[in-house]
T-cell receptor
């Protein structure tokens, strides 16, 4: 069974640029959630995708967008990067949304915005 | 308002001591789920336990035990005979039945000193 994988591991961008982060869900999981974890903080929910559609969104501006593909892998896109976007971005997959299904997390992508 | 509160920011114990990590949650749902995750320095969140709101039985898994008390909205985590490998940041999280996101606390950084 393959776990959740994310790419790239680290990324450095400058303010105003755009970035795409990628996630492959665990085998058999059809739901992917994205979280932002600032240094010293807990993960904050960005959004969730279920069967290729956005299925809930946290308090993040529209410049944070995503996609889910038929194979359930997912992308997180961030436009017009700001310094405060520097964080660890975590992807989590689960069997289905709701019902308290445990989420399995990937190793994260560390984004630094200069 | 914070849905999950982990008041202990940092804890240091000497190896073999017992340690309890506190978690207090807030929800209006009658059905909800509570989780504990471990985040070692590598960054990946590791699932430890899930508990639903209808099951208040305490659980023990090896050196780990969890005390769930609905009356005080707490879900505390105890590590018995701590080991250096237990050093990590531990997060408590809440998932409500009506939603699809996890609400994480700010984490407790545990350092076990040899």
């Amino acid at each position: 069974e393959t776990g959740v994988t994310q790419s790239p591991t680290h990324l450095i961008k400058t303010r105003g640029q755009q970035v795409t982060l990628r996630c492959s869900s665990q085998s058999g999981h059809n739901t992917v959630s994205w979280y932002q974890q600032a240094l010293g903080q807990g993960p904050q929910f960005i959004f969730q995708y279920y069967r290729e559609e956005e299925n809930g969104r946290g308090n993040f501006p529209p410049r944070f967008s995503g996609l889910q593909f038929p194979n359930y892998s997912s992308e997180l896109n961030v436009n017009a990067l700001e310094l405060d976007d520097s964080a660890l971005y975590l992807c989590a997959s689960s069997l289905a949304w709701g019902r308290g299904n445990e989420q399995f997390f990937g190793p994260g992508t560390r984004l630094t915005v200069l | 308002a914070q849905k999950v509160t982990q008041a202990q920011t940092e804890i240091s114990v000497v190896e073999k001591e017992d340690v309890t990590l506190d978690c207090v949650y807030e929800t209006r749902d009658t059905t909800y789920y509570l989780f504990w995750y471990k985040q070692p320095p590598s960054g990946e969140l590791v699932f430890l336990i899930r508990r639903n709101s209808f099951d208040e039985q305490n659980e023990i898994s090896g050196r780990y035990s969890w005390n769930f008390q609905k009356s005080t909205s707490s879900f505390n985590f105890t590590i018995t005979a701590s080991q250096v490998v237990d050093s990590a940041v531990y997060f408590c999280a809440l998932s409500e039945n009506t939603g699809n996101q996890f609400y994480f606390g700010t984490g407790t950084s545990l350092t076990v000193i040899p």
